[in-house]
């Protein structure tokens, strides 16, 4: 095995000795990225010079390095897929690339990637398209500092920003991505790592998971979008450190929870949502040093949701702290805050002296009768949340926050 990675690693560098640099300009023998493509030996350099390349259907099928210099334009004038690359070891590198043509059965993209390793795709500029990029059953490549802007108005006619389809160990770094059905979609992808994106105005979810698993996002950006993100059918995902803001709408949330097992939720801001968290068959999850802001309901928790662990957090102006549809509770609330809190501390220790109960009733009304929110800021809610407080008839009567914190919780 030893001897087979050694000889791997002498053929790439022997490659890399000898390979030149070829340029492509309007003026030039070359004038075509094509053209250039079908001439390079394996590891050349292609330089595309400043100017506008009308060209679609573009196979990338050596190992190459393509680099553009001052964004010069690949124009697919909307006839379908632009690039596509077929090869492993490949870089693609600053270019302009617009105007993918749009089909209900095929999926054009601006640039595709097809059982591929080693690949980077970085410094790009996407507008007009189906698809940005598309990554199928490759693994072990970067895609990084790209700029995607669709113009989608329909979720039937608009594809994804980026899309990755059964591929493995890709890094998804410094992208913005806005305009589009998904921002960023991943179904049968595991071990990838999404970090320091933004994915904002998007139709549908800002980051879209579906049977993928061991995977991180974090440090991310997702405003604004019909939904924030959706983890779905997927276990062992870390969400770190992201910001899910401004995710509003009469089925809209931060985040999505749908049958997740063993993941970590840690780190974030939930500002301004209509849901912040919104949970359904989802368990073992951790959720510790999130700040929960002005949402409507900061988690609202739908059902077949156990062993989960909500601790030290801030829930901070939320109409609703927590929303919970069963009268059965065996996940655990514990040393949060609570803006809510009216509770005192007599030992200041910091602990609030009473226990604190997140479940309002009139929350359970309003699941039951969403009409009924009319009547938030109403006195009549103040005694119905009170009598449910004193003797809990609809909500789980064990579900507490036993230490709640008398501060703002930093970190």
Not at 79 to 107: A, C, Q
Not at 179 to 195: A, N, Q, T
Request: charge should be negative.
């Amino acid at each position: 095995m030893k001897f087979k990675l050694a000889l791997y690693a002498t053929l790439i560098w022997g490659g890399a000795i000898y390979a030149q640099t070829i340029e492509v300009c309007n003026s030039c023998e070359l004038s075509s990225l094509k053209s250039a493509i079908a001439i390079a030996k394996d590891f050349d350099t292609i330089r595309v010079q400043k100017g506008t390349y009308k060209e679609h259907n573009i196979v990338v099928d050596k190992p190459l390095t393509i680099v553009g210099v001052s964004y010069p334009v690949i124009d697919g004038e909307l006839k379908g897929g632009i690039i596509t690359i077929t090869s492993d070891n490949v870089t693609v590198d600053g270019l302009f690339i617009i105007n993918v043509g749009t089909s209900y059965t095929e999926d054009y993209a601006a640039i595709r990637v097809k059982r591929s390793k080693n690949f980077v795709i970085k410094n790009l500029v996407l507008e007009k398209l189906f698809f940005g990029i598309y990554i199928e059953k490759s693994s072990y490549g970067r895609v990084f500092h790209n700029k995607i802007i669709g113009d989608a108005v329909a979720e039937y006619n608009s594809g994804n920003g980026i899309q990755l389809w059964h591929s493995n160990h890709i890094e998804i770094e410094y992208n913005y991505v806005e305009h589009v059905r998904d921002g960023i979609y991943l179904e049968f992808s595991d071990d990838c790592l999404i970090k320091n994106n933004v994915s904002a105005e998007n139709l549908r979810y800002g980051l879209h998971f579906m049977f993928s698993n061991n995977d991180v996002y974090q440090d991310n950006t997702f405003e604004n979008n019909g939904a924030g993100v959706a983890v779905m059918f997927s276990k062992h995902i870390k969400m770190l450190n992201n910001t899910f803001k401004e995710n509003w709408g009469t089925a809209s949330y931060g985040l999505l929870l749908k049958e997740i097992n063993d993941a970590e939720i840690i780190g974030n801001t939930f500002e301004e949502n209509t849901i912040g968290i919104n949970i359904e068959g989802s368990n073992r999850i951790k959720y510790k040093n999130n700040n929960f802001i002005n949402n409507g309901w900061a988690i609202k928790v739908r059902g077949a949701c156990y062993t989960n662990s909500i601790t030290e957090n801030n829930f901070l102006y939320n109409s609703f702290d927590i929303a919970y549809n069963s009268k059965v509770n065996d996940n655990i609330f514990d040393k949060n805050y609570w803006s809510n809190y009216t509770g005192y501390d007599l030992d200041k220790d910091g602990i609030g002296d009473v226990p604190y109960r997140p479940v309002k009733l009139f929350s359970y009304i309003v699941n039951r009768t969403p009409e009924t929110i009319i009547l938030l800021r109403s006195m009549f809610i103040d005694l119905i949340n009170f009598s449910e407080k004193v003797s809990p008839v609809f909500t789980p009567d064990n579900l507490l926050d036993h230490n709640p914190q008398i501060k703002k919780i930093t970190w």
